[in-house]
């Protein structure tokens, strides 16, 4: 026979393998001469390193998350409001026209009075009761109409907290 020689084999293709990151060893998949598909896994790396900075990004997620979520509320909240503030200025503007009707009638009431008393009907206490009442329902007037201004500036600021809500939750 012919003489046994050693011989090596060797393959067509070779590649040298580099880690993209530093590390541990933790785990070879395959051995010398193993046969291997693309996107097969050779070789497994510990990265400490990488792997608390990927706890310290979870909980940072985890945090903007929470943040968004607490945002997301805040618009709710800031929507009440300003559905309150709108119900309060409704209201108070029913109230203006209950108090200016209440005015009318007083001044209404008052020259009457003041027609009988000149008329020498009835006495003069009657149109100074008259006066009296016209003058409370001009200052109820006032009130509702200092009422509708504030009801007014509590819908504008709610109106600015839900912006500002929309916005913190846009950053968020």
């Known amino acids: ?45 510990s990265v400490p390193e990488m792997e608390k900075e990927l706890k310290q990004k979870e909980a940072m997620v985890a945090s903007a998350e929470a943040e968004v979520r607490q945002a997301e509320a805040a618009i709710r909240q800031a929507e009440a409001e300003t559905n309150k503030a709108e119900a309060a200025f409704a209201e108070a503007q029913a109230g203006l026209s209950e108090k200016q009707s209440q005015l009318d009638y007083r001044q209404t009431e008052y020259k009457r009075m003041a027609g009988l008393v000149s008329s020498g009907s009835v006495g003069r206490e009657l ?40 916005t913190d939750h846009t950053s968020a």
Request: charged content about 25%; glycine content about 6%; cysteine-free.
């Open 127 to 166: 149109l100074d009761e008259a006066t009296f009442q016209r003058a409370a329902a001009q200052a109820a007037l006032d009130a509702e109409k200092a009422r509708i201004r504030t009801a007014e500036a509590e819908v504008a600021a709610a109106q600015a907290n839900l912006e500002k809500a929309k």
């Open 1 to 45: 026979p012919p003489s046994l020689a050693y011989r090596s084999v060797e393959g067509v293709e070779t590649a040298d393998l580099y880690a993209k990151l530093g590390g541990y060893l933790e785990s070879i998949a395959v051995d010398i001469g193993d046969h291997v598909n693309k996107g097969d896994v050779l070789a497994t790396l």
